[in-house]
């Protein structure tokens, strides 16, 4: 830990040494590289919205027949939510003989195994695997050891607090039409908007997210990406490509960079919907989000060499995968502006400051743009777009922790997975956020 945090002191020192001591072209040139990067992320989102709001292209018909599917749920300390994904996958609209539910209880000690075990019922189709105290934790680790017991020809997985819709499996397996589709994502939607200003925040998020960037990069590009939760991919590519990453703290985007790689497509299939619980508190958002951008940023380190001469890709195929990629690392270049703007205002002789003020509305205006843009195709009222007044505080944090992220990774902090806190149950409520 102590040296964790030298060597984050000792970064930001270099960099602010770097940025004073540097000749002043090279701050022109880093504010011309700002201004073009977030110039070209606009541009992204601007296609992404204008994607989005166009009328939806026609669902494929879906598998002529219902494969079979086995579901994956893997479970750590989940008492408080077991519940409602039972009650919501024994809903599902699927044949039962094509059907194989395996939930994993991984190491719980909340009771978790028990209320799973309880639920089992007289359903022959549905399993418990419980992992033994010492086996390695994480949930790319379980997934996989539930893998080894599936026999469907499509693996589902969904995580523990969500609570699929009865036609959601139908809709999610649409995709698996085409024969190039390899994974499938669904659409995730907040149940819990009300429990918290964070909550609320969480939800406008999540419709932004799906609603004009997941459409918008399957209906511009073909690249929607495989999200974790609500999602499939067949199992014999799943097994081909050796299960999930297990050195991967964000083992969806590893896969869905495996799948890019290997020529495979995948599908987003918008009206397989599912709730979930959105954290509700500052502590659970910041601690969330690391995870997700140090896992991110990981898997751009990783796989950007093998994008870049992937040749199942075409070039503007790469440069969207790369903006994918780099996503996490956009509010680190947003504190980079903030900095240099502060020591070209404070260092007499420098005049580029000037050059700064087209880079700050460069950085606000996509987000902007494709909030809204969710909001509308939600059809969203008065009440979701009030709170979006706190939506800087939070970019503002989204700075620091994938500035801290970045720093973490390039100092080579061991991190492992974390499980999201879950709040209390929340009713079913799928159109709450939607």
């Given at each position: 830990?102590?040296?964790?945090?030298?060597?984050?002191?000792?970064?930001?020192?270099?960099?602010?040494?770097?940025?004073?001591?540097?000749?002043?072209?090279?701050?022109?040139?880093?504010?011309?590289?700002?201004?073009?990067?977030?110039?070209?992320?606009?541009?992204?989102?601007?296609?992404?919205?204008?994607?989005?709001?166009?009328?939806?292209?026609?669902?494929?018909?879906?598998?002529?027949?219902?494969?079979?599917?086995?579901?994956?749920?893997?479970?750590?300390?989940?008492?408080?939510?077991?519940?409602?994904?039972?009650?919501?996958?024994?809903?599902?609209?699927?044949?039962?003989?094509?059907?194989?539910?395996?939930?994993?209880?991984?190491?719980?000690?909340?009771?978790?195994?028990?209320?799973?075990?309880?639920?089992?019922?007289?359903?022959?189709?549905?399993?418990?695997?419980?992992?033994?105290?010492?086996?390695?934790?994480?949930?790319?680790?379980?997934?996989?050891?539930?893998?080894?017991?599936?026999?469907?020809?499509?693996?589902?997985?969904?995580?523990?607090?969500?609570?699929?819709?009865?036609?959601?499996?139908?809709?999610?397996?649409?995709?698996?039409?085409?024969?190039?589709?390899?994974?499938?994502?669904?659409?995730?939607?907040?149940?819990?908007?009300?429990?918290?200003?964070?909550?609320?925040?969480?939800?406008?998020?999540?419709?932004?997210?799906?609603?004009?960037?997941?459409?918008?990069?399957?209906?511009?590009?073909?690249?929607?990406?495989?999200?974790?939760?609500?999602?499939?991919?067949?199992?014999?590519?799943?097994?081909?490509?050796?299960?999930?990453?297990?050195?991967?703290?964000?083992?969806?985007?590893?896969?869905?960079?495996?799948?890019?790689?290997?020529?495979?497509?995948?599908?987003?299939?918008?009206?397989?919907?599912?709730?979930?619980?959105?954290?509700?508190?500052?502590?659970?958002?910041?601690?969330?989000?690391?995870?997700?951008?140090?896992?991110?940023?990981?898997?751009?380190?990783?796989?950007?060499?093998?994008?870049?001469?992937?040749?199942?890709?075409?070039?503007?195929?790469?440069?969207?995968?790369?903006?994918?990629?780099?996503?996490?690392?956009?509010?680190?270049?947003?504190?980079?502006?903030?900095?240099?703007?502060?020591?070209?205002?404070?260092?007499?002789?420098?005049?580029?400051?000037?050059?700064?003020?087209?880079?700050?509305?460069?950085?606000?205006?996509?987000?902007?743009?494709e909030i809204g843009g969710g909001l509308i195709r939600a059809g969203a009222g008065r009440r979701e777009v009030l709170p979006l007044l706190l939506f800087p505080f939070l970019f503002v944090v989204s700075m620091l922790l994938c500035t801290r992220a970045l720093l973490d990774g390039w100092a080579g902090s061991r991190y492992s997975w974390v499980k999201?806190?879950?709040?209390?149950?929340?009713?079913?409520?799928?159109?709450?956020?939607?």
């Amino acid at each position: 830990m102590r040296r964790t945090v030298l060597l984050r002191l000792a970064a930001a020192a270099l960099l602010v040494a770097a940025l004073v001591l540097v000749p002043r072209w090279v701050h022109r040139a880093a504010v011309l590289l700002l201004t073009a990067v977030f110039a070209a992320y606009l541009l992204r989102h601007l296609v992404f919205l204008t994607a989005a709001l166009r009328p939806a292209p026609a669902e494929p018909a879906g598998p002529v027949h219902p494969p079979r599917v086995t579901v994956l749920i893997p479970c750590h300390n989940e008492a408080k939510v077991v519940d409602g994904l039972t009650t919501a996958l024994a809903a599902l609209e699927h044949p039962a003989d094509r059907l194989q539910v395996i939930f994993v209880d991984d190491r719980s000690a909340d009771g978790t195994g028990d209320l799973l075990a309880a639920a089992l019922g007289d359903r022959p189709n549905w399993q418990l695997l419980r992992r033994a105290a010492d086996a390695v934790g994480g949930k790319s680790a379980a997934l996989n050891d539930a893998l080894e017991l599936a026999t469907g020809e499509i693996v589902v997985v969904f995580d523990a607090d969500h609570q699929p819709a009865p036609d959601c499996l139908r809709e999610l397996l649409r995709p698996f039409a085409d024969p190039e589709v390899a994974a499938a994502q669904g659409r995730c939607v907040v149940r819990n908007p009300g429990d918290s200003v964070i909550a609320r925040l969480v939800a406008v998020d999540y419709l932004c997210g799906y609603l004009v960037n997941m459409a918008g990069r399957a209906r511009v590009f073909g690249l929607p990406a495989y999200g974790g939760a609500n999602c499939a991919v067949r199992t014999e590519v799943l097994r081909e490509l050796g299960g999930w990453n297990v050195a991967s703290v964000t083992e969806d985007t590893d896969l869905s960079l495996r799948v890019w790689l290997s020529g495979r497509r995948i599908g987003y299939a918008e009206r397989a919907v599912d709730t979930e619980l959105a954290v509700t508190g500052l502590g659970a958002y910041y601690r969330q989000r690391y995870r997700w951008a140090r896992g991110h940023q990981q898997v751009c380190r990783d796989y950007r060499g093998q994008l870049l001469r992937s040749p199942h890709l075409g070039w503007l195929e790469k440069a969207e995968a790369l903006l994918f990629l780099y996503v996490f690392h956009v509010p680190v270049l947003c504190v980079a502006a903030v900095l240099l703007a502060g020591l070209e205002l404070s260092l007499p002789g420098l005049s580029t400051v000037g050059l700064l003020w087209p880079v700050a509305p460069l950085m606000a205006a996509g987000p902007v743009l494709e909030i809204g843009g969710g909001l509308i195709r939600a059809g969203a009222g008065r009440r979701e777009v009030l709170p979006l007044l706190l939506f800087p505080f939070l970019f503002v944090v989204s700075m620091l922790l994938c500035t801290r992220a970045l720093l973490d990774g390039w100092a080579g902090s061991r991190y492992s997975w974390v499980k999201t806190e879950r709040t209390a149950q929340a009713p079913n409520a799928r159109g709450a956020a939607a």
